[in-house]
């Protein structure tokens, strides 16, 4: 792909993972507009490159992604209520921002003919899955939080507009995503409670929980080789995002102790999981991508250390 | 269960299937509140049991159900744009319909503590699947048109309130139905045509689709078994509805043109399939359900009879 050629606009580019991606399109030569209501995003990741442009605005206006995409090529849709935890306190929350905002930005896309769409989807919607590693064609999944139910509806309408509209769709499954610019989940949660009393620690679930994370910059690049090398029937490309090894919460906790040179008391919640909705074990099959070529460069306690470093830097980021 | 107890409240009452559901509840000794638009559906369909109450509403003011539903035990939720040909034409109606109206119904179900929903899902979430019959755990689909999009999402919605509010839901994936009181798809289109102009048909696609249908009774006896016996885990209770026969849909064109004694030319339109998002074969396997102990009692050929002379004699159902 000849990003030079390409109009980009990247909603949540003012995220975690957006921001990474403007910067990755940016340097490539690519034109890049963010379209961010900044409710989660920092305008400290927002990219100083000359060819990015920034457009503030809720995507709930459909008006919005309609004025903001307009002469663009591409949309990557990162923008969501990424908020797994708190899910049942506000039930209308992610039908909003994630499956009705989609949907205007789909549509928006339909008005402008960008035919080229990009979807930051999650290894969640496998809910409880029996199968380890989870391959895309897992047994149909039962939802068993609002924020898998919101992106399996998400998935529904991007690959519906593929069949009924010729969208190319690139879907990527993310495991948790670590690296630099990451503000939620446990590093930071671990790291905000370190802080505060470095000889505790609270801990949910059991700490037996199995996940797997892939760092930021291995992720924006297998991104990047699916669009430039995937074929599927339909141009619908469906890929799971994640690294082949897992890592307990308490072995993370580990990692992040001797980084801190602490050692806290650790007090574990109990339970099989964190809250109700989390996957005790999450590990995606990564086989798909990696047929493409696609490799991660760094271990699981690499991306650990690494958002815990940036933090310690940024204190801007735990606000 | 003792259904004289229990007052249920029956989204979408007065239109095909919901109208049967409350006969049937009504029948058993149930109290039942019909709400219904009468978008599509017919006060004609509306039952005059004296146990049957009708609020006239649109669901997707989140005040209609809420105001609807107190003081019930159980609510079936059939409400829904079942339009799956034209959804292309207009791509908010899907996502309106049926996803925001399936989460305002949920939410006024936690209002008033009610926690048993069954919901009128479907076999076109299967999209393209490659597994025929396709059973409740076919490998994860990909969504082919917005209807099946929007059903997923609301499956999503439902069984994430199952797992965080402690829902227990009925979710029925139906085949195509037929019967008294169905005034849509193939027999009735084929039926108008046929009054028009008795010498020619035109038909959609080959003519080679593949096709299972359940006769409307069979449906509501299968859909009661599961509220008597389906033991699921997590009381999420998935379940495929539909025959084990199928039918083409030139076989289907020959039971009704002997039914109404004439020989048309057929003009088939061709490709494989009836318009973009139509699945050419659909079958589901129903081995979960019949475990149950619950049997089909009708015929393809007889449910497409039976439809026929309902249409045949109730010409307002045409209008």
Known sequence: MNYANKRFAVTGGAGFIGS??????????????????FSTGFQEFVSKHENVTLVRGDLLDPEVPKRAFEGHDFVFHFAANADVRDGLKHPRKDVEQ????????LEACRAHGIKDFGFSSTGALYGDTAVLPTPEDAPF????????????ACEGLITAYAFGYGFRVYIYRFVSMLGPRYTHGHVADFYRQLRAHPDHLDVLGDGNQQKSYLHVTDCISAMLTVVEKSKMPNDVHIYNLGHTEWISVKESVGVICKELGISPKLNFAGGDRGWVGDAPKILLDTKRLRALGWTDTRSVADSVRDTLRFLKENAYALR
């Open 141 to 152: 999944p039962i939802q068993t939080s609002l924020y898998g139910a919101s992106k399996v």
């Open 20 to 37: 990474h991606m403007v910067d990755a399109l940016a340097a490539r030569g690519a034109r890049v507009t963010v379209v961010d209501d």
């Open 98 to 105: 994630n499956t009705l905002v989609t949907h205007n930005v």
